[in-house]
């Protein structure tokens, strides 16, 4: 028998049976049969399960190659739809392009332009009649609505651009989805690609155990012949049957596998395909929103076209018949037109020779102003010389009137009786007064009544401002110019300082004749303009002493101006301007405080002394600069009585014989000026030297006699009166005035000296000059700081 060897390898089941004719060999070949059998049953069976595989692979190529194909179908499907979708969208975008609102905004505007021009085609035409009417109105409420209109345009822009912008986000999700779907296919691709490869793999599997069955058919029949060789290829078959079945198992496994991919890219197909749906809805949705709201808005414009069209057609209307009512009124203008023409025609005419007219008239008008202004300064000056005419008048009057009173004038005070002249005989009254008549006086002496009769005599009842009203006049006669003296006169203790200075709640003739010097100037203030000032100085033992200096005991010396102009001044007095009361309170007071530091006894000093104010009022007439300065000096004599005669020594009797020389030297001079002496003896004293320009010309003097009431001081009352009665008697008559004069005793203090004098040029009458003698502006209160340096006073 052949053996057909097969390189080593057999195939062939185990239990085949030996055919051969031995014995032995039998059981063998049977079960060899058998197994060749068997081993064909199996084959049989692989072979039905290998065609159910081709079958099944078969199958799930085809279901592969429908799904794959459907797959195609549905994303050519989509791909249409995309394009169709696209198409849509490019076809909305072309419709929105050119939306009907933006032909209406255009059909607006043309509109408006329209209605513009129209408007100012009105505005063109005759514009008096038009001013104000209704068409303007018109015009602008059309304006307004066409404005309106374009707002609505621009909201409906607005709003299209939106739907644009959700139009351009669905087709970016649709261009999403389709990226997906590409990835999808691809992932399907892919997938496919790997089955058809384990597909061609199971085929070459199969086909490789097809050409596997010829040797399996040598194996049996090589079993047949050599069965140790077919046992061992029977166990090498049922190995190979096993490792056959093993592949087989794998490639059930495969094949589920495979279903199940299969099956999760069903299931993926459906998600995108349900996705897809999703999509196509959203945009179905979003198309018919967008389709709805477009066509609210057309309907919205198209209202809103009407409307404004139905609008604009009525207003128009309305403006034409405006405009037919404005030509109406043109036409019957037209006439009036004409005849306003003709007169502006005239009217130029007449302005060209306004020029020549206006030339003529502004001449004529030039000649009358200058014509009327020299009337006027005529006038003025007439005014200005008959204003300085009465000035002078005033001031003759003035003169007369107190020469009439008497330029020197006496007056008696007699104060009241005071504690100081005690109780008992010498303090009873001797002075007695007659009721009918003020200017008499009766005194009691040494029990003997004698009379005296005064310009005035002022009982002890008499109050400050009776005394000052007196002296009134005086005082103001020195804002017009004139130079006053006021002088007390008396024995101490008669009241001289209580009448000149006064008390601080009652003051006297110093403090009220300077409040009056004040509210005169004030009332004056609209024509004039004044300078007040004031200076203080005593006169002690014939040296005179500046109260308000830093150095009250400085000697100051009078001398005449080196001007050469004959004046007087004291260099190194001080002169402060004063303002107010309170200026003058500052200025007293600084004079006390000066008089205190240097006297320990000031009661006793002053009555030896003269205590002099003088008050300097400068005046400038603000229309015609004319200048005036006249000088108030208000005297507290020293005491006036006869302390020589008691038998004083020592530098008591000094200031005795001081006090007599000045007093006598000021009754001289009274009577050289009484009595028009070519010579006035003014520098027998340093009072009279001093006073000389207050006392000469036209000057005025006040004398007050104080007088004591007592019994005891009788006597010097009696001296005191017969002084007064004899300086008032000096002024009544040149005849008379000698005879007084013979009557003055010769052994008083006071005896008059008329031809004891060589004779001296005499003084001018008229004021000081003002140059070198301006007061120092400022507050007092920083002239009485001890920095500045006194200026000289003329006097
Ligand atoms: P003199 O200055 O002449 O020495 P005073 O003025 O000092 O005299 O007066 C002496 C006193 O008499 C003072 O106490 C003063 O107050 C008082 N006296 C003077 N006159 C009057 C008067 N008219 N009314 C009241 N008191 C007077
Ligand atoms: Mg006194």
């Avoid at 209605?115 to 009649?129: F, I, K, M």
């Avoid at 004069?741 to 009458?765: F, M």
Wanted: hydrophobic residues 35%; glycine residues 6%; contains cysteine.
């Amino acid at each position: 028998m052949n053996v057909e060897k097969t390189g080593g390898r057999l195939f062939g089941s185990g239990r085949c049976s030996s055919l051969s004719g031995s014995p032995g060999a039998a059981p063998v070949v049977h079960r060899m049969v058998e197994a060749m059998s068997q081993l064909q049953e199996e084959k049989s069976q692989l072979q039905e399960e290998l065609e159910v595989l081709r079958e099944r692979l078969a199958l799930h190529d085809s279901d592969q190659q429908a799904t794959s194909t459907q797959l195609q179908n549905q994303v050519e499907n989509l791909k249409e739809k995309l394009i169709s979708q696209a198409q849509e969208v490019s076809r909305l975008r072309s419709e929105l392009g050119g939306t009907d609102l933006e032909k209406h905004r255009d059909r607006l505007m043309v509109e408006n332009e329209r209605l513009r021009q129209e408007l100012q085609e009105l505005r063109a035409q005759p514009a008096a009649p038009c001013l104000g009417c209704e068409h303007s109105q018109e015009s602008t409420q059309l304006r307004d609505k066409l404005s309106q209109l374009q707002l609505e345009v621009a909201e409906n822009k607005g709003m299209l651009s939106e739907l644009n912008l959700e139009v351009q986000q669905k087709t970016d999700r649709l261009a999403e989805v389709e990226l997906r779907l590409k990835d999808c296919l691809a992932e399907k691709a892919q997938e496919e690609e790997r089955l058809s490869r384990r597909l061609r793999d199971s085929h070459e599997t199969i086909a490789s155990l097809r050409a596997q069955s010829p040797p399996v058919k040598y194996v049996i029949k090589t079993v047949e012949v050599e069965s140790s060789k077919t046992k061992q290829a029977l166990s090498e078959s049922q190995a190979r049957n096993q490792h056959l079945q093993e592949q087989v198992a794998m490639q059930r496994q495969v094949l589920k596998e495979m279903e199940q991919q299969l099956q999760s890219s069903h299931q993926l197909t459906a998600q995108l395909r349900a996705q897809i749906a999703m999509y196509e809805a959203e945009l179905e949705r979003a198309h018919g929103q967008m389709l709805e709201e477009m066509q609210s808005l057309e309907e919205d414009k198209n209202r809103a076209i009407e409307e404004a069209f139905a609008r604009a057609q009525v207003e128009m209307k309305a403006v034409h018949e405006n405009l037919a009512g404005v030509r109406t009124n043109l036409l019957t203008l037209q006439p009036a037109l004409r005849t306003l023409t003709n007169d502006y025609n005239g009217l130029k005419r007449q302005v060209r020779g306004f020029p020549m007219l206006l030339q003529e008239a502004l001449r004529s008008v030039k000649a009358e102003i200058g014509q009327a202004i020299e009337e006027v300064n005529s006038n003025n000056q007439e005014l200005l010389r008959k204003y300085r005419r009465e000035l002078q008048l005033r001031k003759k009057c003035h003169n007369e009137l107190v020469r009439l009173k008497g330029n020197i004038r006496v007056i008696a005070r007699v104060r009241p009786v005071t504690k100081e002249d005690g109780e008992g005989p010498e303090a009873t009254n001797a002075v007695t007064f007659d009721p009918d008549d003020d200017s008499i006086i009766h005194l009691l002496h040494k029990g003997k009544p004698v009379s005296f009769e005064l310009d005035k005599v002022f009982s002890p009842w008499a109050s400050q401002q009776d005394v000052f009203q007196e002296v009134q006049a005086l005082i103001t006669s020195c804002i017009d110019g004139f130079n006053v003296c006021i002088f007390a006169y008396g024995q101490t203790g008669a009241g001289k300082t209580y009448t000149m200075e006064g008390t601080p709640e009652n003051p006297g003739i110093n403090q009220r004749a300077l409040q009056l010097l004040f509210s005169e100037v004030q009332e004056k203030a609209s024509d004039w303009q004044y300078t007040i000032s004031v200076s203080a100085a005593e006169i002690y033992n014939e040296v005179l002493r500046d109260l308000l200096g830093r150095e009250p005991q400085e000697k100051l010396e009078i001398r005449l101006c080196p001007d050469g102009s004959g004046q007087l001044y004291v260099p190194g007095l001080t002169e402060f301007q004063v303002q107010s009361v309170d200026d003058i309170n500052k200025v007293f007071e600084f004079g006390h405080t000066n008089r205190t530091t240097e006297f320990t006894n000031l009661n006793e000093h002053s009555s030896r002394s003269h205590a002099l104010l003088i008050v300097t009022v400068r005046g400038v007439d603000c229309s015609t600069g004319l200048r005036t300065i006249g000088k108030l000096n208000l005297v507290d004599l020293a005491g006036s009585e006869r302390v020589g005669k008691s038998g004083a020594e020592g530098h008591r009797l000094r200031e005795a014989q001081h006090i007599n020389k000045s007093l006598s030297a000021l009754g001289d001079v009274i009577a050289a000026l009484r009595s028009r002496q070519g010579h006035v003896p003014f520098r027998n004293s340093k009072l009279t030297y001093l006073l000389q320009d207050s006392l000469s010309g036209d000057s005025k003097t006040l004398m007050v006699v104080q007088v004591s009431p007592v019994e005891k001081n009788a006597s010097e009352t009696l001296y005191s009166l017969k002084f007064a009665e004899r300086v008032r008697s000096v002024e009544l008559g040149p005849g008379s005035r000698r005879t007084e004069l013979g009557s003055w005793s010769s052994q008083e203090h006071l005896e008059w000296e008329p031809a004891c004098q060589t004779p001296q040029p005499s003084a001018r009458a008229h004021s000081a000059p003002t140059s070198g003698t301006s007061s120092r502006p400022g507050s007092i209160r920083r002239k009485l700081q001890p920095s500045g340096r006194s200026r000289p006073v003329p006097v």
